[in-house]
């Protein structure tokens, strides 16, 4: 097992994100001393978000954190150092792992917000002021409302909310980990947040359906298991899990629509 505290998910079957966690049910599990968790999705382009402050059990499966959801774009954030994201402001979702010497962090993440981003924040919390200074170098661009914003765009701010948090030559207080989606892209940055990606085309033999490799095609549902194409982003990793492809600590993840994953 290996114990994850972020999790990104995009794919182009919504129904078969079950079948995929399933299959991932002994591989990701939550780290001790969980205080909670939240899961932010997309239905119809519609951003909903569930936060529960209630305690995690260790070693619970992300399957089981997810339970029956069916969707394309999904953002998990096992609450483990005072943080509770995911956090959401319009299409946009966020999660953070890390507190990089949380009070300084904060203070320099506050400075010169914007006034309708100041007006939003409702916490202390790092993940919160992280979030909102990465949508203010979005509104920089006037990219924070643009559903079509252009992944070298996201990866910017992504990267210099990182930095503002944790500059370089700065002695950090423990490893960081950004992800952010729109519902059409999802972006990661991170500083030795043990991030690792796995891509997966195909699921020929289904547990949760009951379908192995030999009868797949009595199946009235073998066609979009057949067509599914997804990728696992995880962060907080102690090691890499078998089957993903550890992401260098001088890396961005860039995850498009089309799930191409570049490491930017």
């Known amino acids: 097992m290996a114990a994850l505290t972020v999790l990104g998910y995009l794919a182009n079957e919504p129904e078969r994100l079950a079948c995929a966690l399933h299959e991932l049910r002994s591989t ?117 409302d643009d559903p079509m914003v252009d992944g070298p765009t996201v990866v910017r701010a992504m990267r210099q909310t990182l930095e503002m948090m944790a500059p370089a030559g700065e002695e950090r207080a423990g490893p960081l980990c950004l992800v952010a989606t729109n519902g059409r892209l999802l972006v990661c940055a991170h500083k030795g947040g043990g991030v690792a990606y796995s891509l997966r085309e195909g699921i020929l033999a289904c547990q949760r359906c009951q379908m192995d490799r030999h009868v797949l095609d009595s199946f009235p549902v073998r066609e979009s298991h057949r067509r599914f194409r997804g990728v696992v982003l995880v962060g907080g990793m102690a090691q890499t899990p078998t089957g993903f492809i550890t992401v260098p600590d001088n890396k961005s993840v860039l995850i498009t629509r089309k799930l191409d994953v570049q490491l930017v």
């Not at 119809?44 to 529960?52: S, V």
């Not at 070693?59 to 089981?64: A, C, F, I, L, N």
Request: proline share 6%.
């Open 28 to 144: 990701l599990t939550t780290p001790p001393d969980c205080h909670g968790h939240g899961v932010a999705h997309f239905v119809d382009d519609r951003l909903l978000l569930n936060t529960r402050p209630s305690p995690v059990t260790t070693g619970t499966s992300v399957e089981e954190l997810v339970g029956p959801l069916k969707t394309s774009t999904l953002l998990v954030n096992v609450h483990t150092d005072g943080d509770g994201g995911p956090y959401k402001f319009r299409s946009w979702a966020f999660s953070l792992q890390g507190s990089a010497g949380r009070a300084e962090a904060r203070t320099r993440l506050m400075e010169r917000l914007p006034d309708f981003l100041l007006r939003n924040i409702s916490s202390d919390s790092l993940g919160e002021a992280a979030f909102h200074r990465f949508l203010s170098f979005l509104h920089e661009d006037h990219k924070v």
